[in-house]
């Protein structure tokens, strides 16, 4: 009897083909892999028969370049996996909260989200489920003590940003711990899905995260295509390609521009906002939408690219190449900057680990990770080979691993337009299967963007479970803070430059 | 210092010329739409079903596109008569929620503040942006008014750190059940006189978050809005033009 399955990126495979491990068998397999250096990747529950619920785990071994999953079945209890798998910490809290479960031993048993129990029952944490929770209304962590204080900032912010939550606690200027509360921008996307795909599921999927439009829409495009065995024609898989790095791109060359004016160095900050508009437009010019709504369809993508388009892409990125290369490379080249950024917001590769850090963050730490080398899909090619990782996982390396990502996908964009495949870029497709489950994994501009589809008998969404990498990464930035002063938090933040929505849903 | 002077040379200088010049928007851009109710078929209510989030309407006969609700797909199939198409242009946003009803008449464009909130606001007007929800993209074209591209602050108009430095409040997003109190305590923050802007489909009407038990659907009657920004997200000009024609400036 086969305990557990493997399968590879874009891969579907029929729920009766997946054992339902006891609890314990579960346990142990998981430990097992993750001291193989699998990690995880998804882990998620559904409901099931009588009050029971189904745990899903999904964990990537990156160099075997395939997952690992795991299917088990709990009640209203169960012993937590936390302290033995300290990646499992989010998940876990977020099972609790979305099915009013309680996992005994958690040692930090509080909500993700603020919102009611998705089944009718009790609360994981007393509170009335007929009641809307209160967001942020929890026991934060406290420090006592002489000369020291609080300061508590948000969810509203002094910039045009997105709200969140954060408590520091300090003595005097040093910041010993900071705690973050998110789920102002919980918008309950998950459970719009069940049912689905509907009309307006591409939308929803798109505004995941707006800056990650690409990233989450290709995924939800290889989850339908896997379901429903109808995979994209190349030229599609090209231009989704292409879009993504562009993605990349912006939001690299923003970061860089904001890190920039963070430290109060204008000329990278100024040049940088507007070519970061450039690339945009770019997307704009392919799709007519500068986050590339509409772009990215099951079956392809809704845009094709002409001859003419193509040359004028080319020649822009020229242009572009030159500008972004000179006003990145201004700011690299001030010991100013430099001084500011170094050793400031240092993040292990023991606690990225350990939080199982994914993306630029996780990479600046120096943990080898990125899903187009792992788990190549689409238009990567099998021998992707420009992962870049620094070892640090300071402020510094994390800037100066999207100054070398920002030079390495320009060279990728120039490559997929002079290289388009011929042919049909959008495909029809087929009704999807029933009782089955698809995973798809992109290497979006923060980090590995993952998503598991299941379908019912009739062939509908059952559960679509949805892990931005911001979720995996803002307790990196917590981390970050410790021992640095309260001024830093501004540099670190930028540094990381997480999604509030990609981890609220 | 001495590679920041001729990187700045080269760099050049990029402040935009609108509203004296038009912007040049590319090719496939989504704006407004051109409607042609000749093309409707006698009968035929196709539209009403198309559209995943309501926002065509039959009156009298004849199709309306609400653009508070039209999040400008790409794949709009919502006439297959071809009564409905996109046009490039990028002027959408109104004072009123009637007036973003757009018929073959077109829709109704943002007039200009009268009175006293023009001599207060038409020269100087400061606004607290507050995110309820908005998925980052609403946010980062906003941001983007900022940059020497658009170069927001020679119009007089500046986004401020606190709701009590501001005229006004910037909202985008659905209105998520967590963001409520937030928003409205933001909004009591600000001294009165004082203006309400709705930007993006999320903020006007939900947009793809349209009934989803989690959020309010945009606005609604929480506050009196004085200018609704449509668009998912909506373009940088689009809201730039509509703060401009609502300053008077245009």
Same mark, same amino acid.
């Given at each position: 009897?086969?305990?557990?399955?493997?399968?590879?990126?874009?891969?579907?495979?029929?729920?009766?083909?997946?054992?339902?491990? =006891?609890?314990?068998?579960?346990?142990?397999?998981?430990?097992?892999?993750?001291?193989?250096?699998?990690?995880?990747?998804?882990?998620?529950?559904?409901?099931?028969?009588?009050?029971?619920?189904?745990?899903?785990?999904?964990?990537?071994?990156?160099?075997?370049?395939?997952?690992?999953?795991?299917?088990?079945?709990?009640?209203?209890?169960?012993?937590?996996?936390?302290?033995?798998?300290?990646?499992? *910490?989010?998940?876990?809290?977020?099972?609790?909260?979305?099915?009013?479960?309680?996992?005994?031993?958690?040692?930090?048993?509080?909500?993700?989200?603020?919102?009611?129990?998705?089944?009718?029952?009790? =609360?994981?944490?007393?509170?009335? #489920?007929?009641?809307?929770?209160?967001?942020?209304?929890?026991?934060?962590?406290?420090?006592?003590?002489?000369?020291?204080?609080?300061?508590?900032?948000? #969810?509203?912010?002094?910039?045009?940003?997105?709200?969140?939550?954060?408590?520091?606690?300090?003595?005097?200027?040093?910041?010993?711990?900071?705690?973050?509360?998110? &789920?102002?921008?919980?918008? &309950?996307?998950?459970?719009?899905?069940?049912?689905?795909?509907? +009309?307006?599921?591409?939308?929803?999927?798109?505004?995941?995260?707006? =800056?990650?439009? /690409?990233?989450?829409?290709?995924?939800?495009?290889?989850?339908?295509?896997?379901?429903?065995?109808? +995979?994209?024609?190349?030229?599609?898989?090209?231009?989704?390609?292409?879009?993504?790095?562009?993605? !990349?791109?912006?939001?690299?060359?923003?970061?860089?521009?904001?890190?920039?004016?963070?430290?109060?160095?204008?000329?990278? %900050?100024?040049?940088? &906002?507007? /070519?970061?508009?450039?690339?945009?437009?770019?997307?704009?010019?392919?799709?007519?939408?500068?986050?590339?709504?509409?772009?990215?369809?099951?079956? $392809?993508? &809704?845009?094709?690219?002409?001859?003419?388009?193509?040359?004028?892409?080319?020649?822009?990125?020229?242009?572009?190449?030159?500008?972004?290369? $000179?006003?990145?490379?201004?700011?690299?080249?001030?010991?100013?900057?430099?001084?500011?950024?170094? $050793?400031?917001?240092?993040?292990?590769?023991?606690?990225?680990?350990?939080?199982?850090?994914?993306?630029?963050?996780?990479?600046?730490?120096?943990?080898?990770? =990125?899903?187009?080398?792992?788990? +190549? /899909?689409?238009?990567?090619?099998?021998?992707?080979?420009?992962?870049?990782?620094?070892?640090? $996982?300071?402020?510094?390396?994390? %800037?100066? /691993?999207?100054?070398?990502?920002?030079?390495?996908?320009?060279?990728?964009?120039?490559?997929?337009?002079?290289?388009?495949?011929?042919?049909?870029?959008?495909?029809?497709?087929?009704?999807?299967?029933?009782?089955?489950?698809?995973?798809?994994?992109?290497?979006?501009?923060?980090?590995?963007?993952?998503?598991?589809?299941?379908?019912?008998?009739?062939?509908?969404?059952?559960?679509?479970?949805?892990?931005?990498?911001?979720?995996?990464?803002?307790?990196?930035?917590?981390?970050?803070?410790?021992?640095?002063?309260?001024?830093?938090?501004?540099?670190?933040?930028?540094?990381?430059?997480?999604?509030?929505?990609?981890?609220?849903? | 210092?001495?590679?920041?002077? #001729?990187?700045?040379?080269?760099?050049?200088?990029? @402040?935009?010329?609108?509203?004296?010049?038009?912007?040049?928007?590319?090719?496939?851009?989504?704006?407004?739409?051109?409607?042609?109710?000749? !093309?409707?078929?006698?009968?035929?209510?196709?539209?009403?079903?198309?559209?995943?989030?309501? %926002?065509?309407?039959?009156?009298?006969?004849?199709?309306?596109?609400?653009?508070? !609700?039209?999040?400008?797909?790409?794949?709009?199939?919502?006439?297959?008569?071809?009564?409905?198409?996109?046009?490039?242009?990028?002027?959408?946003?109104?004072?009123?929620?009637?007036?973003?009803?757009?018929?073959?008449?077109? *829709?109704?464009?943002?007039?200009?503040?009268?009175?006293?909130?023009?001599?207060?606001?038409?020269?100087?007007?400061?606004?607290?942006?507050?995110?309820?929800?908005?998925?980052?993209?609403?946010?980062?074209?906003?941001?983007?008014?900022? @940059?020497?591209?658009?170069?927001?602050?020679?119009?007089?108009?500046?986004?401020?750190?606190? +709701?009590?430095?501001?005229?006004?409040?910037?909202?985008?997003?659905?209105?998520?059940?967590?963001? !409520?109190?937030?928003?409205?305590?933001?909004?009591?923050?600000?001294?009165?006189?004082?203006?309400?802007?709705?930007?993006?489909?999320?903020?006007?009407?939900?947009?793809?978050?349209?009934?989803?038990?989690?959020?309010?659907?945009?606005?609604?009657?929480?506050?009196?809005?004085?200018?609704?920004?449509?668009?998912?997200?909506?373009? #940088?000009?689009?809201?730039?033009?509509?703060?401009?024609?609502?300053?008077?400036?245009?």
């Amino acid at each position: 009897m086969k305990k557990s399955t493997l399968l590879k990126n874009g891969a579907m495979l029929p729920l009766d083909d997946l054992d339902i491990l =006891d609890y314990s068998v579960f346990t142990t397999e998981l430990l097992q892999a993750k001291r193989e250096n699998a990690r995880i990747s998804a882990y998620f529950a559904r409901p099931a028969e009588e009050d029971r619920l189904e745990i899903f785990a999904l964990m990537s071994r990156d160099w075997q370049e395939d997952f690992l999953l795991l299917r088990t079945s709990v009640g209203r209890h169960f012993k937590s996996l936390t302290p033995d798998c300290p990646q499992l *910490h989010l998940f876990e809290r977020e099972i609790a909260e979305q099915y009013g479960v309680k996992i005994e031993g958690h040692p930090w048993f509080k909500p993700v989200r603020f919102h009611q129990p998705w089944r009718a029952g009790e =609360d994981a944490w007393g509170r009335d #489920p007929a009641q809307h929770p209160v967001p942020g209304d929890m026991e934060f962590y406290r420090v006592d003590g002489e000369e020291v204080h609080e300061v508590a900032v948000g #969810p509203v912010h002094a910039g045009i940003i997105e709200p969140g939550h954060f408590r520091f606690q300090c003595h005097g200027e040093e910041v010993m711990s900071l705690e973050i509360s998110l &789920g102002f921008q919980h918008r &309950g996307l998950e459970p719009l899905f069940v049912g689905g795909p509907h +009309p307006a599921t591409l939308h929803q999927v798109e505004v995941l995260a707006g =800056d990650t439009t /690409i990233g989450h829409s290709s995924n939800y495009a290889l989850i339908l295509e896997a379901l429903s065995a109808s +995979p994209a024609p190349p030229r599609g898989k090209a231009i989704r390609a292409l879009a993504l790095e562009l993605e !990349r791109l912006a939001n690299h060359v923003g970061d860089v521009g904001a890190l920039s004016g963070d430290v109060g160095y204008l000329p990278t %900050a100024s040049f940088c &906002g507007r /070519i970061r508009g450039d690339y945009l437009n770019l997307t704009a010019e392919i799709c007519g939408s500068r986050f590339g709504r509409g772009l990215v369809l099951p079956g $392809g993508v &809704g845009f094709d690219l002409d001859d003419s388009l193509r040359n004028q892409l080319l020649k822009r990125l020229a242009v572009m190449e030159r500008e972004t290369r $000179g006003a990145i490379e201004l700011f690299y080249e001030s010991p100013s900057v430099l001084a500011r950024l170094d $050793g400031i917001g240092l993040v292990s590769a023991d606690i990225a680990e350990a939080f199982g850090m994914v993306g630029v963050a996780a990479r600046a730490s120096g943990l080898p990770r =990125d899903s187009r080398m792992h788990h +190549p /899909i689409g238009a990567y090619p099998r021998e992707y080979d420009q992962l870049v990782i620094e070892e640090r $996982g300071d402020v510094y390396d994390r %800037a100066n /691993i999207r100054r070398r990502e920002i030079y390495n996908s320009i060279s990728l964009v120039r490559h997929l337009l002079r290289n388009l495949p011929t042919g049909e870029a959008l495909m029809p497709q087929r009704p999807l299967a029933p009782d089955s489950l698809a995973v798809a994994i992109t290497e979006g501009w923060r980090g590995e963007v993952v998503h598991v589809g299941l379908t019912d008998s009739a062939g509908r969404f059952n559960r679509y479970k949805v892990v931005d990498p911001s979720f995996r990464n803002w307790n990196g930035l917590a981390i970050a803070l410790r021992g640095e002063q309260i001024s830093d938090f501004p540099l670190c933040n930028k540094s990381f430059n997480l999604s509030y929505c990609g981890f609220d849903l | 210092m001495l590679k920041i002077i #001729p990187e700045r040379l080269r760099q050049g200088h990029r @402040t935009g010329k609108f509203p004296k010049e038009e912007p040049v928007l590319p090719e496939r851009f989504r704006g407004a739409p051109l409607i042609d109710p000749n !093309r409707c078929q006698s009968g035929c209510t196709e539209c009403l079903s198309a559209c995943p989030y309501g %926002a065509v309407e039959l009156k009298g006969g004849k199709p309306q596109l609400d653009l508070g !609700r039209c999040l400008f797909c790409a794949d709009c199939p919502v006439c297959p008569h071809g009564a409905i198409h996109f046009s490039s242009d990028y002027r959408l946003a109104s004072r009123t929620r009637e007036g973003l009803l757009a018929s073959a008449e077109g *829709h109704q464009l943002a007039s200009a503040l009268d009175g006293q909130m023009k001599r207060l606001f038409g020269r100087s007007l400061k606004l607290r942006q507050v995110c309820a929800g908005g998925c980052n993209a609403c946010e980062a074209d906003l941001n983007v008014l900022g @940059t020497l591209v658009y170069d927001l602050g020679r119009f007089g108009i500046q986004f401020v750190a606190s +709701p009590r430095h501001a005229d006004g409040i910037l909202i985008t997003g659905p209105v998520t059940k967590n963001m !409520r109190s937030a928003l409205l305590e933001t909004y009591a923050a600000i001294p009165a006189p004082k203006l309400v802007i709705a930007s993006g489909a999320c903020a006007i009407g939900g947009g793809p978050l349209c009934d989803s038990p989690e959020v309010n659907n945009g606005i609604g009657d929480l506050l009196p809005v004085d200018l609704y920004i449509p668009g998912c997200p909506p373009h #940088p000009y689009t809201a730039l033009d509509g703060l401009l024609r609502l300053l008077g400036q245009l």
